[in-house]
């Protein structure tokens, strides 16, 4: 299980302040009164970060832990909030095709390999905070109505740069409900997307099976 870490330190910051050694527990989620035996859990590290480690509390009762993600991370993700949106801003300057943003990450021919694991990363990400997008144009109306699913729209409502970043805090009542890498909650069903398009092209419905 994992829950938001407040923080307004940068990434480097928190590596050299070692921060998640002063990190305060929550209640347990799931025993908010207490008498679960809810305690501090060895940290562990993100490879996405060298020498950023995660603080974590264990309940004894439900034997499951909790990890403090830092509001510049991602969730369930070997990478930070910031180098998503990179790639999810490279996917909707390319018109929302993975294929185009794919190559322009590895132009150079002879990259077959590279560019189709770059085509599978861009499509999981764009995917993931178009779903937390629209999700959040539902749950918070008065912010984000009549603003794209997009991170232009966003940026435009919210007034910043960092579109996912400021969201972990604007949206932190819902994050349980949102799916990564922004929220805590489950990951959106993936569809198969043709020739790195996202959308299927239009055509006639196939025909219905015989009975």
């Known amino acids: 299980m994992q829950l938001r870490l407040e923080i307004k330190l940068t990434a480097e910051q928190y590596v050299a302040q070692r921060f998640w050694e002063r990190a305060s527990l929550p209640p347990c989620p799931e025993h908010p009164k207490g008498g679960c035996g809810f305690a501090r859990h060895t940290p562990y590290e993100r490879k996405s970060l060298p020498g950023a480690l995660i603080a974590r509390g264990y309940c004894r009762l439900g034997h499951f832990t909790v990890s403090l993600l830092p509001d510049f991370l991602a969730s369930r993700l070997p990478s930070t909030l910031a ?11 390319c018109g929302g095709s993975i294929a185009r943003a794919a190559e322009q990450l590895h132009p150079t021919a002879g990259e077959t390999d590279r560019v189709q694991g770059a085509q599978r990363r861009l499509r999981r990400r764009y995917q993931s905070v178009r779903a937390a997008l629209v999700a959040l144009v539902g749950l918070m109306p008065a912010f984000f109505a009549g603003h794209p699913p997009t991170l232009q729209g966003f940026r435009a409502a919210l007034g910043v740069d960092e579109v996912l970043v400021a969201l972990r805090g604007r949206a932190a009542p819902h994050l349980a409900q949102l799916p990564p890498p922004l929220g805590f909650g489950p990951r959106p069903l993936q569809r198969r997307a043709a020739a790195g398009q996202l959308q299927q092209d239009a055509g006639p419905a196939p025909p219905a099976p015989s009975t």
């Open 83 to 93: 180098q998503v949106e990179r790639d999810v801003a490279l996917v909707e300057r």
